[in-house]
């Protein structure tokens, strides 16, 4: 292969992606990188001053953002689709990266908080991927890339509602693969490992259980957001065309050991 086209393999120039949860954390990022791939980003999430700073970001690093503020538990995925769709005219990638994890005891989980947890990390990436998928297919192909956890894997305490959501957004990517792979596209799930963001913010504030975190992976740390830069860019580019299905850990070898 002539070296002249690993940076086309990679390139995002001329698509848009939709980055769900981009004011903070893990969207925040990949929303950054993306761009920095060139693709113009629509970023979605409720808080307008972050928003409004990660357009400024993007804009002034040379690249195209616009945000739609939007409560995703509120929201109507088709109509969120149509208007992210009017912005750069399609929707190419698909981030589904906007979720919460409420930590609550088992006695402790009512039929609301379950609700919340399971509609936000589960039943929104299909709902936004199923509106978006139809003009990715028209166009010959696009990318949805889903969040999973160690917990799509690993029991942690207090997490019911968490696990039972991230266990089902592995299963629901494996889904979207076989039903959207044939008309080009790719589903695929980045399963992180620990991750500074506010989501982890109580987990990294104590020193025993991040170092704990750290200590089991194979690696011997807790990952940075840029070890999710890579990953990121490969999932959403033609680097990956033939990947689908797959939930891919970044998580410095946790779940191998
Ligand atoms: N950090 C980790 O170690 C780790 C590990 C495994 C998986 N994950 C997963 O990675 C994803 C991102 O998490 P993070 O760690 O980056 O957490 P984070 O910094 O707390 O980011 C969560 C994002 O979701 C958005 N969000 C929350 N509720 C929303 C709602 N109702 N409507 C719209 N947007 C909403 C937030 O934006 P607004 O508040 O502005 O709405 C924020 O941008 C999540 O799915 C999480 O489960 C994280």
Do not use: H
Request: charged share 20%.
């Amino acid at each position: 292969m002539d070296n002249a086209n690993l940076p086309a393999l990679f390139s995002l120039q001329g698509k848009v992606a939709l980055v769900t949860g981009a004011t903070s954390g893990i969207g925040r990022r990949q929303a950054t990188v993306l761009a920095s791939a060139g693709a113009s980003i629509v970023a979605v999430a409720r808080r307008r001053t972050e928003l409004d700073s990660l357009c400024d970001d993007i804009s002034g690093a040379g690249g195209n953002c616009t945000a739609i503020e939007a409560d995703l538990l509120e929201a109507d995925c088709d109509a969120l689709a149509a208007q992210a769709c009017e912005a750069f005219g399609q929707v190419d990638v698909l981030c589904n990266t906007a979720g919460i994890n409420l930590r609550e005891p088992a006695a402790d989980i009512t039929r609301a908080s379950w609700e919340r947890t399971l509609w936000l990390n589960l039943s929104v990436p299909f709902f936004l991927a199923r509106a978006l998928e139809p003009q990715m297919r028209e166009r010959g192909g696009g990318r949805v890339i889903n969040i999973a956890s160690l917990q799509s894997e690993r029991a942690f305490a207090n997490s019911m509602a968490y696990g039972a959501s991230k266990g089902g957004v592995a299963q629901l990517t494996r889904a979207m693969a076989e039903s959207w792979s044939a008309n080009g596209v790719c589903c695929n799930a980045i399963a992180p490992g620990f991750f500074p963001t506010e989501l982890t913010a109580a987990v990294f504030a104590n020193d025993e259980i991040s170092k704990r975190n750290a200590g089991q992976t194979a690696i011997g740390r807790n990952g940075d957001l840029a070890d999710l830069d890579g990953v990121t860019i490969f999932l959403a580019s033609a680097a990956s065309s033939y990947i689908t299905g797959q939930i891919i850990y970044v998580d410095g070898g946790f779940t191998a050991k």
